[in-house]
């Protein structure tokens, strides 16, 4: 009896060992920060608008990241300028994809890719990235230029079409997470 016993308890014991084993090596990270700035350009000037509220989500395994996810609300994105703001969000068609997200299929040190979806198409990207230390952990940033067209989505334009912005923007982004 004191046998049957015995190995309840180192089954158990293993059980404990390979779930608490797995959790160290597998985490789930919520950035501490995160910074999105998207810079276009127009016939009269350039602009820019930021987002603070990307959610973001970082999984590691091992000590190394294994996938990336992130959901931009579209509202989030601010120019400072009201109109401008108004234009971008009917643009990418806002009431019906009310986020951008990307998540990731393959992460290294140099780059990501994934599928980055806006106003509702999904494509597959890659992004070069950079990854350095910081005082309370780890920041991972980068920059892809994006072809708004090939997302469907139609430059805004302004003042009845005399100010129109150009094709493409440059999405920036930095996360920081703790290790």
Do not use: R
Request: no cysteine; glycine share 8%.
């Amino acid at each position: 009896m004191k046998t049957k016993s015995l190995n309840y308890y180192s089954v158990f014991a293993l059980l404990i060992f390979l779930f608490v084993g797995a959790s160290v090596n597998s985490q789930n990270l919520k950035p501490i920060k995160t910074e999105i700035l998207v810079e276009g350009t127009s016939n009269i000037h350039d602009w820019e608008m930021t987002s603070e509220k990307a959610v973001a989500n970082v999984e590691t395994n091992s000590g190394n990241v294994s996938k990336i996810s992130v959901e931009i609300p579209v509202k989030s994105l601010e120019s400072g300028k009201g109109g401008m703001d108004k234009n971008a969000y009917k643009a990418l068609n806002e009431d019906d994809y009310p986020t951008v997200k990307f998540t990731s299929s393959e992460v290294s040190a140099s780059k990501i890719t994934g599928k980055l979806t806006i106003n509702g198409k999904t494509k597959t990207v890659s992004i070069p990235v950079s990854t350095k230390k910081v005082s309370q952990g780890v920041e991972i940033s980068g920059k892809h230029t994006i072809n708004m067209t090939n997302f469907g989505v139609e430059p805004p334009t302004a003042l009845m079409g005399t100010i129109k912005t150009g094709e493409e923007v440059t999405v920036n982004f930095k996360f920081q997470v703790n290790q």
